[in-house]
């Protein structure tokens, strides 16, 4: 967590940070910390500088919830997060900043996502609270993806006793798992989307750590996330966790007593998500075409890895003989064709491919790097963008697409 706190005050933030603010967080801790505020140097620069030096050796002399907080602002002191911030913000009829703007400015160079993070902590902390809560369904790259295998099965989560038995179940796997005791479940419902947030125990490691010169032991239990998403519309969970049995037994559990049956989602199991069929058929002329009407302005094929693995006629995977990558700035598999053109891109296997997609917020740009890994797996660092992205992904047929519910209901 130190070095998450040194990372969080580096220069470019001691230089910029309103004092003010830094003063109004240090302030229940100042004699912990060994800091007097009051004796630092009159000259800013000074001043600052000696701030970013207090950071820059943070050790364990840092209180716990001094620690806690840090981490927790880091948390948001990110695009995402400010987004996230501002957007919760906006909700509310907040202005974040308030009384922090010089002479009335709008752009100030201040306003960095980190500037922002330690303001919502300190002057409105149930939106920052909030904002915690949602950027937890950010943290995790890559989600288990499981696809209900009925679109008529009603969501049951609005009965209280429900809730309980989901909660009473979780808490039931991660206590016999880790013999852990902590487990907390948080239910977020927004429009199509309904989201829930496990906090719990993993298991307990013991690290040797110097107490006054002595050497001596710790033993803990981190507090880790998962996160589960379930969306209405196409009637698909999406679990994040640290360890894939655990988003597998959760996914069983949300099926069980949230929709009425722990084999709902069982089917899909096995099927194929995510194809990089699309890609070979048309090799080097095939291109990302988004939706002009759409976010997504830019797609560009940065990264294949090709290689010659097959399946045998007893149906299992023949291990391939070689491996190549290829990486372009715009498209990789133009590339293939051009330093190697005595390989046809039909006849091997595309084992990934790296995309970036360039979408517009705001009137600014941002790109999401994104790794599609068949049959299931898809990563990207920023899920705050997860849904165009993936209807674009299906529009190109990369995507298996569901039906929605509607669209079911519709056919029947």
């Known amino acids: 967590m130190t070095r998450r706190i ?33 004796g630092l140097p009159e000259d800013e620069t000074e001043r600052r500088r000696r701030l970013f030096d207090l950071f820059a050796r943070a050790d364990r002399r840092f209180p716990a919830r001094l620690q806690f907080a840090l981490y927790n602002i880091s948390t948001l002191a990110t695009e995402a997060g400010a987004r996230i911030l501002q957007e919760i ?3 509310a009829g907040v202005d974040l900043l308030a009384g922090l703007r010089r002479g009335g400015e709008t752009d100030d160079r201040r306003f960095t996502p980190r500037f922002i993070a330690l303001a919502a902590f300190l002057d409105h902390r149930p939106i920052f609270d909030r904002a915690l809560g949602a950027a937890a369904f950010l943290a995790h790259a890559s989600k288990l993806e499981r696809d209900a295998e009925r679109a008529d ?148 094929l940065r990264e294949i890895r090709i290689d010659e693995t097959a399946r045998t006629a007893a149906g299992r995977l023949r291990r391939s003989p070689w491996t190549m990558t290829l990486r372009d700035t715009q498209d990789a598999i133009a590339r293939l064709a051009r330093v190697a053109p005595e390989i046809d891109i039909a006849e091997v296997r595309i084992v990934h491919a790296k995309i970036d997609v360039t979408i517009e917020v705001d009137g600014s740009e941002t790109v999401v790097p994104v790794t599609i890994r068949p049959p299931r797996t898809l990563s990207m660092r920023d899920h705050s963008h997860e849904r165009p992205i993936l209807e674009m992904l299906e529009d190109h047929d990369v995507r298996r697409r569901r039906p929605s519910r509607r669209t079911a209901a519709a056919a029947e």
């Open 6 to 38: 040194r990372n969080f005050v580096d220069r470019a933030f001691s230089r910029t940070v309103d004092l003010e603010l830094l003063r109004r967080l240090l302030d229940p801790y100042l004699s912990q910390i060994g800091l007097d505020w009051d």
């Open 153 to 300: 099965a009603e969501l049951r989560h609005d009965d209280p006793g429900v809730q309980a038995a989901f909660a009473e179940a979780v808490r039931a796997w991660f206590s016999g798992r880790y013999d852990g005791h902590f487990c907390e479940v948080h239910w977020f419902d927004e429009d199509d989307l309904l989201r829930i947030l496990v906090l719990h125990g993993t298991k307990a490691e013991t690290k040797n750590v110097d107490r006054d010169g002595a050497e001596d032991t710790v033993k803990f239990r981190e507090i880790v996330q998962s996160t589960l998403e379930y969306d209405r519309r196409r009637g698909a969970i999406a679990v994040g966790s640290k360890s894939a049995p655990d988003a597998k037994k959760l996914a069983r559990i949300f099926g069980e007593h949230v929709l009425g049956d722990a084999e709902i989602f069982e089917a899909s199991a096995a099927e194929e998500l995510y194809s990089l069929a699309p890609l070979q058929a048309a090799g080097a002329p095939f291109a990302f075409r988004p939706d002009p009407e759409g976010d997504i302005t830019h797609v560009a």
């Open 89 to 91: 913000a906006a909700e």
